[in-house]
Structure formats: C-alpha cells, structure tokens
C-alpha cells in the first residue's frame, strides 16, 4: 500500500495568514492563523516556514510526508517568479514566497492567486464537483474571481486572469479604486470601499434623511467612521436609508456579475468573501433580481461557497493536487 501524502495549505491575506495541514482528499488536520509579519519582505516567507515547522510537529508528520506547499494569495503576483509584486494589500514592492520555502524544506511549491486557487478548491471539494464551467468571485476587503472555463483553469500570461474586481463600471470614474485607476467594481463594492461609495450617496441625499437615519446614529454623527459592516447593519435593522444604499450596491453587484457571466458562461457561480459571508441575503438577493438587466448569457445558479472562509485552504490544497508533477 501507498503511503498517505499530505499537502500544506497556507492561503495569505494582508492582514492574517492561515496554514492547514490537509490530507488528499481535502480533510484538514490541523490549523494555524497568524497575523502576518510585516517587517521585512522576506518575514513572510520566514514566517510561513516556522508555521510549518510546527504545524507538522504537532502533529507527527514528517516533511518528507508532504506532497508540497501551496500559497493562495491575493495578487498581483507572478507566477513563474513564486513572486507577490506590487500587492495591494502588503507594504512591499516584491515578496519572493516560493524559492525561499522551496529551498528551505525541500518540498515543492505553488503560489496561485487565491481567487485562482479558490475556484481549484470548488471544483475538488466544494458545489462544483463535475462542472467544467465554474466561476468563483469573491466580496471582501477587495473583489476578485477565478474561473474554469470548458475544465480549463484560466490563467494569464502572469497568472492574474479574471481580476474582475478592476472591471470598470462606471465610466465616470467617480470614485477611486485601490490600484489608482478610477471606476472600477471594487472602489464601489467592497468592504474596504463601501464607505466611500456610502459618503458619495450621502452627499447627494438631503441632510434630515441622512440625519435620521441609523447609519448616521451608529457612527456617532461622524460618517469618516463608517464601515460596510455599518452600512449592513443598518439595513438588516430595517433602517430604510441603508436598504436603499444595499440595494444600489446590489444593483452595481448585479453589473459585475453581469459582464463576468457574458464573459465567462458559467454554469454556476459560487461567491465568498467575508461581505458576502456576512450579509448573503443582502448581498446576493439583488444580484439575483437584477443581473437580468445586464446579461445577454443564459443565467446560472449563483450562490454563497459552501466552503466559506475556509475556501482559500481548499484552494491552496486543490492547487498543489494540480500542479505537482505526476
Ligand atoms: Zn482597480
């Protein structure tokens, strides 16, 4: 008999890294969150070994058990450096991940998108088992996506294909998107821009209204302390000003569902992030009722991943299933 193989799954983000030591068929054996260590570009990978290290310690396995290492990260990155350039959401202009681990425990390793990754993790464990057309979009702190196109994962020439947070909506450009360009989903619909997109309202809707309103009570009168969570808070309360700017931030949803569903085919559409996670019927009720406006493609089932926040981890564990040598 063959003996077991396990695979390390470490999905980054810019505030919490989280490690999983997984079996091949996806069960997780053990858990590790950290927060990440920012004080150098090379800590990260530093510290993504010594978690390593432990995680495999504790739980009596070997390094040479490890089928290998997969990073599911926000981008931009390159793929065949193993390379973070340029991230959004981390304060370095290049962080090298693969070389470094690689060489420090001998194990090979894959560093994907985690929005790449998470559509893998779909496929091998979560509601798209069979699909050959699966898109994944993600609405947290920023907006991403995966897809599987006709069973191919797509890719690009760097590995950023389907940044479909940077698909512009407005063309206007009222309102400034991480990256520096203007108009774009994620300055409007994510949770680190919702603020924004709520103060751009505001401004437009008469003071008694806004003055009423919870969202103005909940931020103490003082709108630079407004958050997403506020803003769905608010509306799951019944207040009628913040149902109003749910409903606009669905319909702006519905738009980039749209073009990514005209784009893309898909047959079914899983959503995550931590917006989504939170608030699924607000968040996903409007796209629903209104991505038929938009859309020209047969409309596919659109739904909350079943993987939830674990779904980076699937993905990491799916990427490393499909890229080790065979
Ligand atoms: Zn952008």
Redesign the pocket.
């Known amino acids: 008999m063959m003996k077991e193989k396990y695979i390390m799954a470490v999905d980054l983000g810019g505030t919490r890294v989280r490690l999983a030591l997984s079996n091949e068929d996806g069960s997780l054996i053990g858990k590790v969150q950290e927060r990440v260590d920012k004080s150098n570009e090379e800590a990260i990978a530093k510290q993504i070994i010594t978690i390593i290290r432990s995680l495999c310690r504790e739980s009596s396995v070997d390094l040479a058990e490890l089928e290998g290492v997969g990073i599911a990260s926000a981008g931009p990155l390159s793929l065949k450096e193993g390379a973070l350039i340029n991230p959004t959401n981390l304060p370095f202009e290049y962080v090298l991940l693969t070389k470094p681990i690689s060489k420090e425990l001998g194990l090979p390793t894959y560093l994907v998108n985690d929005c790449t990754a998470a559509v893998l993790g779909e496929r091998a464990f979560g509601a798209g088992k069979g699909l050959d057309n699966i898109v994944y979009i993600t609405i947290g702190t920023g907006i991403g996506g995966g897809a599987i196109v006709d069973g191919q994962l797509l890719l690009g020439k760097d590995g950023n294909a389907v940044e479909i947070?940077?698909l512009t909506i407005d063309f206007e450009g009222r309102l400034k998107?991480?990256?520096?360009?203007n108009g774009?989903w994620?300055?409007y619909c994510s949770g680190r821009n919702i603020p924004n997109f709520v103060r751009m309202k505001l401004e437009e809707i008469d003071e008694a209204t806004v003055e009423k309103s919870l969202i103005y009570a909940k931020v103490k009168r003082d709108l630079s302390k407004l958050t997403s969570e506020v803003l769905f808070n608010a509306a799951k309360e019944g207040d009628k000003l913040a149902l109003r700017l749910v409903k606009e931030i669905g319909i702006l949803n519905a738009i980039g569902f749209a073009n990514v569903i005209n784009a893309y085919d898909p047959s079914l559409i899983t959503v995550g992030g931590t917006v989504t996670l939170q608030n699924k019927k607000l968040v996903l009720s409007p796209v629903r009722r209104y991505v038929k406006n938009y859309v020209v493609n047969r409309i596919p089932k659109i739904m909350a991943t079943p993987l939830g926040e674990d779904i980076g981890i699937f993905g990491a564990v799916a990427a490393v299933l499909k890229f080790r040598p065979r």
């Open positions: 947070g940077h998107c991480g990256c520096g360009k774009h994620e300055a």
